[in-house]
């Protein structure tokens, strides 16, 4: 494969205002692009019966995230206690140089915390966490060492 453009992940929504005020707000996002995807491509795709809406954001890095929002979201389904017991994608990881202040923000904005604040291991020169966004979307933050609080 030549791989032309940046990695894109989607991400499907129920509630499209919140996770992009989340995105955009909380991680540093920006919203680069919109469009309805009609019902009869997204139903040739295998994507959704009706249609839905995708909004791309783009991180300070290039990297973008399709946030996919069906006109009918479904039901949201209980996150397992640990990562590796679910199926699909696992998180998706933001390197920062201010984890606490994310995670803080993270949390004010409807993120729950689903490891210790900030963990920090012998040996490890790295600061890390994982939270679940609004809509359970697993999220690590790592943050290098050298700046810690």
């Keep these: 494969m030549k791989q032309t453009a940046a990695l894109e992940t989607g991400i499907c929504v129920t509630d499209l205002n919140r996770m992009l005020a989340f995105y955009t707000n909380v991680l540093g996002c920006e919203e680069v692009r919109r469009a309805p995807i009609p019902a009869q491509l997204s139903e040739?795709?295998?994507?959704?019966?009706?249609?839905?809406?995708c909004v791309w954001l783009q991180t300070?890095?290039?990297e973008r995230i399709k946030l996919m929002s069906p006109p009918d979201a479904p039901d949201a389904e209980d996150a397992p206690a640990y990562l590796t017991s679910r199926r699909g994608i696992g998180y998706l990881t933001f390197y920062c140089s201010?984890?606490?202040?994310?995670?803080?923000?993270?949390?004010?904005?409807?993120?729950?915390?689903?490891?210790?604040?900030?963990?920090?291991?012998?040996?490890?020169?790295?600061r890390l966490c994982f939270f679940a966004d609004p809509e359970g979307n697993i999220i690590e933050l790592v943050e290098p060492r050298e700046n810690q609080d």
């Excluded at 994310?102 to 949390?107: K, N, P, Q, S």
């Design 44 to 53: 040739q795709l295998t994507l959704a019966p009706d249609g839905y809406l």
């Design 60 to 62: 300070p890095y290039g």
């Design 98 to 126: 201010d984890l606490s202040e994310v995670l803080a923000a993270a949390e004010a904005a409807g993120a729950k915390l689903r490891s210790d604040r900030a963990l920090v291991e012998p040996g490890i020169p790295l």
